[in-house]
């Protein structure tokens, strides 16, 4: 098995749920860069991570890369608890993180994307970050009572992590979001999570 990532990207999370189920595998560190050059586009035409590659199967796109892992390793109940609400229950937030937080962070990523005019880059940051405080609210809100998203950790637990840093990292305020922060202190405790970063910093 192995893993095409790029360090600070949302592969991480992959990385965190393989620790999680203790599978082997190697990581490919990739950037920008050699995610546009023809040996990488002739497997991964979007020229993205993370890429998932196992036994030959070509696998993209972090939320089924994050259902395979599950299904390969059932026993670790990291889609739910084996109910078919169990699993609508992660697959609710993990749908969230990665639909509707993950892209709130375009514009500060690649405002390039959404206005040819460099001088509003300030005014797109800030709205984009005003859009990321509302969803991390709910989210610490769904937290309330809870370590974990739903009543167990999931794979949508390691998404989290990922986007809770990318806002702190591009300065979105946490004032407040007590439960976040409580969880994020917990997730940095975690020996999966250590593992992954530590992986994800040495290649």
């Given at each position: 098995?192995?893993?095409?990532?790029?360090?600070?990207?949302?592969?991480?999370?992959?990385?965190?749920?393989?620790?999680?189920?203790?599978?082997?595998?190697?990581?490919?560190?990739?950037?920008?860069?050699?995610?546009?050059?023809p040996d990488y586009l002739a497997i991964c035409a979007g020229g993205t991570v993370p890429l998932l590659e196992h036994d030959g199967y070509l696998l993209?796109?972090?939320?089924?890369?994050?259902?395979?892992?599950?299904?390969?390793?059932?026993?670790?109940?990291?889609?739910?608890?084996?109910?078919?609400?169990?699993?609508?229950?992660?697959?609710?937030?993990?749908?969230?993180?990665?639909?509707?937080?993950?892209?709130?962070?375009?514009?500060?990523?690649?405002?390039?994307?959404?206005?040819?005019?460099?001088?509003?880059?300030?005014?797109?940051?800030?709205?984009?970050?005003?859009?990321?405080?509302?969803?991390?609210?709910?989210?610490?809100?769904?937290?309330?009572?809870?370590?974990?998203?739903?009543?167990?950790?999931?794979?949508?637990?390691?998404?989290?992590?990922?986007?809770?840093?990318?806002?702190?990292?591009?300065?979105?305020?946490?004032?407040?979001?007590?439960?976040?922060?409580?969880?994020?202190?917990?997730?940095?405790?975690?020996?999966?999570?250590?593992?992954?970063?530590?992986?994800?910093?040495?290649?």
């Amino acid at each position: 098995m192995k893993l095409y990532y790029m360090q600070g990207a949302c592969s991480l999370a992959d990385m965190i749920v393989l620790a999680w189920l203790d599978v082997p595998y190697t990581p490919v560190r990739m950037s920008l860069d050699s995610m546009k050059e023809p040996d990488y586009l002739a497997i991964c035409a979007g020229g993205t991570v993370p890429l998932l590659e196992h036994d030959g199967y070509l696998l993209t796109e972090n939320v089924a890369i994050l259902g395979y892992l599950c299904d390969l390793h059932p026993a670790a109940k990291l889609v739910g608890d084996g109910t078919p609400r169990g699993r609508a229950e992660v697959m609710r937030w993990l749908g969230f993180l990665n639909s509707d937080v993950h892209k709130a962070f375009k514009p500060i990523f690649s405002p390039s994307r959404f206005l040819e005019q460099r001088d509003l880059d300030d005014l797109l940051h800030a709205n984009a970050r005003h859009h990321i405080r509302t969803y991390l609210e709910r989210l610490d809100r769904q937290l309330s009572g809870r370590d974990w998203l739903v009543d167990n950790r999931s794979v949508a637990d390691a998404y989290l992590f990922v986007v809770t840093r990318w806002a702190i990292a591009k300065q979105v305020d946490q004032k407040g979001l007590n439960n976040l922060a409580a969880f994020m202190a917990r997730m940095a405790d975690d020996a999966g999570v250590r593992a992954a970063l530590a992986v994800e910093e040495s290649h």
